[in-house]
């Protein structure tokens, strides 16, 4: 069931990139959906399917509430996001089947994810894989190796002639070399210079953990922030960067506006796929920690 109802689309959309991120996301009321990745199998001797990304339902309530996403998202209260939801399920929920366009369908505890959203999560496709068989006893490759050998065991044996008969007597000559200083050392041409830095800038990852510091500072557009966070007061927002500088897993944050609210973030990157790495590396410890881009 489609739905032109922009509410609609963006609760959809918000919904499709929280799963695609590898959230699991608590739908109140009725359950959970948790991103999932099937590990290979074999169909036959010469082929496997690949490690394949899917989504799975719970009728458990666990993860982190659309209701709170919703409202991080539009930088709205909880009870103005309780309503979008309330909205949401009107439209896409119907006898007992749940439809979110572009992402998949809920129905008697079992979801069915879209074909463009399994696009989305698997863009190798389904297919099956060849497995590469191994090679059997190559009787040339044999031969060229004893071939070798014997070979080198002839070369051995004339070399073991040569060292049984007398060596001439031979006359040193006075030589005219003359020693090299090899103590000097050649400076790096700045082309050199440059292609060094130019190497080792590009070593450094594109996730960029946030300046330690504690004034609020403003996001940058288009960018990509690993969220630790967002709080009603900036007091608690500057309590929780001190105790995730605390914690068991250490990490360093600073304090972004976040429409009328305060964001705490350890990183930011310009790549979507630096930040779910650098969220999916502290998942352990911060098992909550999720992905916002900045509009």
């Known amino acids: 069931m489609q739905s032109d109802n922009p509410m609609v689309m963006e609760v959809n959309r918000l919904v499709g990139d929280l799963l695609a991120g590898g959230e699991r996301l608590l739908l109140p009321g009725i359950g959970s959906l948790t991103a999932v990745t099937r590990p290979a199998y074999r169909v036959s001797k010469k082929e496997v399917i690949p490690p394949l990304r899917g989504v799975e339902f719970s009728s458990r309530e666990q993860g982190l509430s659309l209701v709170d996403r919703i409202a991080v998202a539009a930088a709205c209260t909880v009870e103005e996001s ?88 031979v006359q040193p000559v006075e030589s005219t070399y003359t020693p090299v200083d090899t103590t ?66 250490p990490l360093t944050c600073s304090i972004y506006y976040f429409g009328q609210k305060w964001m705490v973030s350890p990183a930011t990157s310009a790549l979507a796929s630096e930040t779910n790495a650098f969220r999916q590396a502290h998942s352990a410890a911060y098992p909550d920690l999720w992905v916002y881009q900045a509009k």
Do not use: C
Request: hydrophobic share 40%; aromatic share 8%.
């Open 82 to 169: 309780e309503e979008v939801y309330r909205r949401w399920l009107s439209h896409t929920q119907q006898e007992g089947v749940l439809t979110i366009e572009g992402v998949g369908v809920l129905k008697q505890h079992h979801f069915t994810v879209d074909e463009a959203f399994d696009r989305r999560l698997n863009p190798g496709g389904r297919k099956p894989i060849a497995v590469r068989r191994r090679r059997r006893f190559d009787w040339m490759i044999a031969l060229g190796v004893v071939a070798i050998l014997v070979a080198g065991g002839i070369a051995w044996y004339g070399y073991q002639l040569m060292q049984q008969k007398p060596m001439p007597q």
């Open 184 to 249: 000097a050392v050649v400076a790096p041409t700045d082309s050199v210079a440059r292609s060094t830095a130019s190497t080792t800038s590009a070593a450094k990852p594109a996730v960029t953990p946030v300046a330690p510091t504690q004034e609020v500072q403003r996001m940058v557009s288009g960018h990509y922030y690993v969220v630790l966070g967002v709080f009603s007061t900036e007091e608690n927002a500057k309590r929780a960067v001190a105790e995730a500088a605390k914690g068991a897993d």
